[in-house]
Nanobody, 121 residues
Framework: QVQLVESGGGLVRPGGSLRLSCAAS????????MGWYRQAPGKQRGLVAT?????????TYTDSVKDRFTISRDNAKNTVYLQMNNLKPEDTAVYYC?????????????WGQGTQVTVSS
C-alpha cells in the first residue's frame, strides 16, 4: 500500500501562484508514474500533469496549463510538486495526487485525499 498526502492548496487571486505538494509514504518514484488530476464542481476528474518513473522524468501537461504549471519531484523526500503560476478562475478545483504503475497484468492506482484550490478575486 501507498499513502499519498497532498498539501498547499488555498485561496489565491487571479494571476497568483501556489505550489502543491504530495508526499508518498515510501519510495515509489522508481516504478510509479506520478500525476496531478483535478475535479471542478459538476465536472469529471481530469489529468493536469504527469511525470514518469525512474531517471527519465518525462513530463506531460494538459493543454490548458502548459507554460503555467510545472510538475517535479524530489526523490530524497518522496515528494512530487505542482508549481502553478498565473492562476485563472477556471483552475479552481480539488487537486488530487496519483501514483500509477502499469504492468502486463496489473494497473495499480493510488490517490491522495485532495486539496482545494480556489482562484478568485
Amino acid at each position: 500500500q501507498v499513502q499519498l498526502v497532498e498539501s498547499g492548496g488555498g485561496l489565491v487571486r487571479p494571476g497568483g501562484s501556489l505550489r502543491l505538494s504530495c508526499a508518498a509514504s515510501r519510495d515509489i518514484f522508481s516504478i510509479y508514474t506520478m500525476g496531478w488530476y483535478r475535479q471542478a464542481p459538476g465536472k469529471q476528474r481530469g489529468l493536469v500533469a504527469t511525470i514518469t518513473s525512474g531517471s527519465g522524468e518525462i513530463t506531460t501537461y494538459t493543454d490548458s496549463v502548459k507554460d503555467r504549471f510545472t510538475i517535479s519531484r524530489d526523490n530524497a523526500k518522496n515528494t512530487v510538486y505542482l508549481q502553478m503560476n498565473n492562476l485563472k478562475p477556471e483552475d479552481t478545483a480539488v487537486y488530487y495526487c496519483n501514483a500509477n504503475r502499469k504492468t502486463t497484468i496489473l494497473n495499480t492506482n493510488y490517490w491522495g485525499q485532495g486539496t482545494q484550490v480556489t482562484v478568485s478575486s
